[in-house]
């Protein structure tokens, strides 16, 4: 497992569309238990298996802007 | 000879005043009487780099003088009654907006399509609201070709000053007539601040915007508060003209060409010894109350005259302590009073 | 950790009042990450509409104006006017510029103003509850067409790309939507387009986007995003109805 968190999702922002679930090629996503402010169900990231591979699809379909995208440096 | 006097038409002459004032943005919409006013904006404007623009709709040239106010360009729009109440909605935002702006109305005879003769069946609508939404806007109406030049400069001025639309309220015979008029340069009658609030990108500064719509619980009611407190500075801004007032026995109250015809009927009826005077509002809103009820309170008689079925004689019944002997004439639908007529109503009221 | 995709600099760091699912946000955000690739947010005013994107000055960091409803293309062409040099864009709903605004659409289009114009196509009346739209697909539901949209008493869905495409004045014209990555990918690239046109000076740019409306459809989210692409798309075929950019750039030695 990757120490440092690639995909960061603003809890407050997110309003648990699912866009982002839906187009993750690997499923690391998934409309969590908690809620927000708001009182949506956001969305969290979840790769134990470090499969991410920062492809940003999920910050590309999030309406709310609320997913940013890191990948690991190059060593 | 004075270069700067010319034979002028009052719509050509309220264009002039206009671009001498820095009125950079024009757009407009064919209507008559007014149609002298695009006519001469159309090739003026590019001489001083400005823009002239035919709109494809009378809500579209208000809606663009919006759009060149909030980039601070002096902006300007005229027409004719119709066409002003297709503009009410853009004045109203303009209002809540505080957007400056002056729009000219160059009145005919209604309602509806009425007709093409000069007319001030729009006093109402000018000063009492015209669009929806509590605001109040200045009404200026001049009552010769000089002073609408003289005007139309100073409406930019308290439009910029008070950040409000300011309409400029003339009538179909003014427009259309020809005078002697010597431009005098253009002067601000206001001290003018740097437009800190317009939108040109936000460059080395934070984002800007120009809204009307506040929904937040209390937004509008602060907003419209905020108005009130503008709109109270702007009642200090009333003109008015009086002759031969101060011993009047019968006031006559006149405004725009009205006041004018007034006029001439007061001398002729001095000259038979009547003592007649006159009462000339030049802003129609703020309304000079103070000064009609000064003299109409002395008088024995009050007569208003207006081109309409009695509109301004509502506010000088008001003004007037005693509104009994306030009394009116006036002529709709293009109809024009002549001098020799008021002077014979003069005769009648003072008998 | 380096990063590969940051919340654009245009957006300012908000909620926004959208519902779950609608589409006006991903829209803002693919607006503010062109302005923010163009190097334009200094220069850039928004006009905003009225409808549910009236809001557009709490979300957008740039200037932005809100318009009378339908007028924006009016306020714009105004402003472009005055200041030639700055990025002016509108964005309208289709109750603003398919309804109540069609004459200013349509005469600015004419006019050929230098101006970039976003279309969101819902098929409804978003902000006052989901009412009829010109843009309501017949048989659809909606509060004021309960049974479902007749087009013999309300008429047939306008398809203003296509009408616009007709006048001499527009230049570049493309109806997108937001279904899928691939299709996100592509409304962006045409707004990119529609915008760098106006660095350019290469005239009126139009991009419709068919964008989800959940909330007011009656459906998730996700059903809302197959409802664009079973009913809209069919209906309001996606792609490029004109475009003179190339002709337009040689024209203009640019």
Not at chain 3, 31 to 49: C, F, H, N, Q, W
Not at chain 3, 50 to 67: K, L, M, T
Not at chain 3, 163 to 169: C, V
Request: glycine share 8%; aromatic share 8%.
């Amino acid at each position: 497992m990757s120490k440092e968190i690639k995909v960061k999702i603003d809890k407050e922002k997110c309003k648990s569309c699912g866009f982002c679930v839906l187009y993750c090629a690997k499923g690391i996503l998934f409309t969590g238990k908690k809620n927000n402010a708001k009182g949506f169900f956001y969305i969290e990231f979840d790769d134990k298996l470090n499969k991410c591979n920062s492809c940003a699809i999920c910050a590309l379909m999030c309406p709310e802007a609320a997913i940013e995208v890191f990948k690991e440096d190059k060593k | 000879m004075n270069k700067n006097k010319r034979l002028i038409s009052g719509n050509e002459a309220i264009a002039e005043a206009a671009i001498m004032a820095g009125c950079r943005f024009y757009a407009g919409y064919p209507i008559t009487p007014q149609n002298q006013i695009p006519e001469y904006m159309s090739w003026r404007m590019p001489e001083v780099n400005g823009v002239f623009l035919q709109a494809e709709s009378e809500l579209a040239a208000i809606n663009m003088v919006f759009g060149a106010s909030l980039t601070g360009t002096r902006a300007m729009t005229s027409s004719s009654s119709p066409g002003i109440s297709l503009k009410q909605e853009g004045i109203s935002y303009m209002a809540g907006c505080e957007l400056p702006g002056v729009i000219v109305n160059i009145q005919r005879g209604g309602p509806g399509l009425g007709n093409i003769q000069g007319s001030q069946a729009d006093y109402f609508q000018a000063t009492k609201g015209g669009g929806h939404g509590d605001y109040r806007m200045p009404v200026l109406a001049p009552s010769t070709i000089p002073e609408a030049a003289e005007l139309m400069m100073a409406a930019f001025d308290y439009a910029d000053f008070y950040r409000t639309p300011v309409l400029l309220l003339s009538d179909g015979i003014l427009g259309q007539m020809m005078e002697a008029v010597e431009f005098k340069e253009y002067k601000p009658i206001k001290k003018l601040v740097k437009k800190d609030w317009i939108l040109d990108g936000a460059r080395n500064r934070v984002p800007r915007s120009i809204f009307s719509l506040m929904t937040a619980p209390g937004a509008l009611e602060k907003h419209n508060w905020k108005l009130l407190e503008k709109f109270s500075k702007m009642e200090k801004e009333v003109l008015s003209e009086t002759y031969l007032a101060e011993d009047a026995e019968i006031l006559v109250c006149a405004y725009g060409i009205m006041g004018r015809i007034g006029k001439a009927a007061i001398q002729m009826a001095r000259k038979e010894g009547i003592k007649a005077g006159l009462f000339r509002p030049i802003t129609l809103w703020p309304f000079d109350s103070k000064t009609a009820s000064l003299y109409g309170s002395k008088a024995k008689k009050v007569l208003v005259v207006e081109q309409n079925l009695g509109q301004m004689v509502e506010d000088i019944k008001l003004a007037v302590e005693d509104s009994k002997k306030v009394f009116f004439h006036g002529r709709p639908g293009g109809g024009v009073a002549s001098k020799e007529d008021l002077f014979e109503k003069i005769k009648e009221l003072i008998k | 950790m380096k990063p590969v995709y940051l919340k654009p600099e245009s957006l300012k760091d908000v909620v926004t009042s959208y519902c779950p699912g609608c589409g006006h946000g991903l829209v803002h955000r693919l607006i503010a990450e062109v302005i923010d690739e163009l190097k334009v947010r200094e220069k850039t005013i928004g006009i905003a509409p009225v409808g549910c994107a009236v809001y557009a000055y709490d979300y957008f960091n740039f200037d932005v104006a809100e318009a009378p409803h339908g007028r924006p293309p009016a306020v714009a062409t105004a402003i472009k006017r005055c200041l030639p040099d700055r990025i002016v864009f509108t964005y309208q709903g289709d109750g603003d510029l398919a309804s109540i605004g069609t004459n200013e659409i349509i005469h600015a289009a004419n006019r050929g103003e230098n101006i970039t114009v976003i279309f969101i196509n819902n098929a409804n009346y978003g902000m006052t509850g989901g009412q009829m739209a010109p843009t309501t697909l017949p048989g659809m539901r909606t509060t004021t067409t309960q049974k479902g949209r007749d087009s013999k008493l309300h008429g047939f869905p306008l398809r203003v790309s296509e009408l616009l495409a007709t006048l001499e004045g527009t230049v570049y014209i493309e109806r997108v939507s937001l279904i899928d990555p691939a299709n996100v990918i592509k409304t962006k690239k045409a707004i990119k387009k529609a915008f760098s046109n106006q660095l350019t000076g290469t005239g009126f740019s139009f991009v419709e986007v068919l964008s989800p409306c959940p909330v007011n459809w009656g459906l998730k989210p996700l059903e809302a995003l197959k409802f664009v692409k079973d009913q809209m798309i069919p209906y309001f075929k996606l792609g490029i109805l004109k475009d003179k950019t190339e002709e337009m750039k040689k024209e203009k030695g640019a």
